[in-house]
């Protein structure tokens, strides 16, 4: 059965810190890999995935896949009280199915 | 403001009851999506429609019905609803359905079931 599962469910750190957030995935046909900010409303969009060890960066985020062990890590340097929010992961397959993991909620504190 | 509208922003409604969810996409996106958000299922993806035919199904309950018309606005309609209908109601749209990334989701209806 299709699904992601994220990591680690919460996360408290002080403004300045690096964080890692963990999405592992499983899917019978793999078409490419989200991440998501949500705060207090809808989702925004942060990166798109598809292909293995190519990184995106925007600003201080950046992520990366790799397909061989089906993860993904999203990364956050120099952590700002604006960075606070719940990041999600999703895969989309053949089918345009989305599957969503439950989140990782991230608290920077200042 | 993504540009995706929903309409009603919240509704109150009792169990057994029907409601109606529209959603009008931003301009020049042909695809639209619904999910549903509760604090015990996170984000579940129900239905996605692209240029008025339905593209992908999710974990769509059969009591759920959604369609999307010519103008490319969309509906999706919640039947004989139970307390646990209650949740957070967001539609996104896109270009194309390969073009997660063009993805934007509107500020969602909040479902209430009394």
């Known amino acids: 059965e299709d699904k992601v599962v994220q990591s680690p469910l919460s996360l408290v750190v002080h403004e300045g810190d690096t964080v890692t957030l963990n999405c592992s995935y499983e899917v019978t046909n793999f078409r490419s890999l989200l991440w998501y900010k949500q705060e207090k409303k809808a989702p925004t969009f942060l990166f798109m995935l598809t292909s293995s060890g190519i990184e995106k960066k925007s600003g201080r985020l950046s992520s990366i896949l790799d397909k061989k062990e089906l993860f993904s890590i999203l990364n956050i340097t120099a952590t700002q009280t604006g960075d606070s929010a719940v990041y999600l992961c999703a895969h989309t397959s053949g089918t345009y199915k989305y599957i969503f993991g439950t989140g990782t909620r991230l608290k920077v504190l200042a | 403001d993504s540009g995706v509208t929903q309409t009603p922003k919240h509704l109150i409604t009792a169990t057994g009851q029907r409601v109606t969810l529209r959603c009008s996409p931003r301009s020049g996106d042909l695809s639209v999506y619904w999910y549903q958000q509760s604090l015990d299922q996170g984000l579940q993806f129900l239905i996605q429609y692209y240029n008025g035919e339905e593209r992908a199904k999710g974990n769509i309950l059969e009591r759920f019905s959604a369609q999307q018309f010519p103008d490319l606005h969309s509906e999706l309609n919640l039947s004989s609803l139970e307390l646990g209908d209650s949740a957070l109601y967001f539609c996104?749209?896109?270009?194309?359905?390969?073009?997660?990334?063009?993805?934007?989701f509107g500020p969602g209806t909040r479902l209430t079931v009394l």
């Open positions: 996104a749209s896109s270009e194309r359905p390969d073009r997660a990334d063009t993805q934007y």
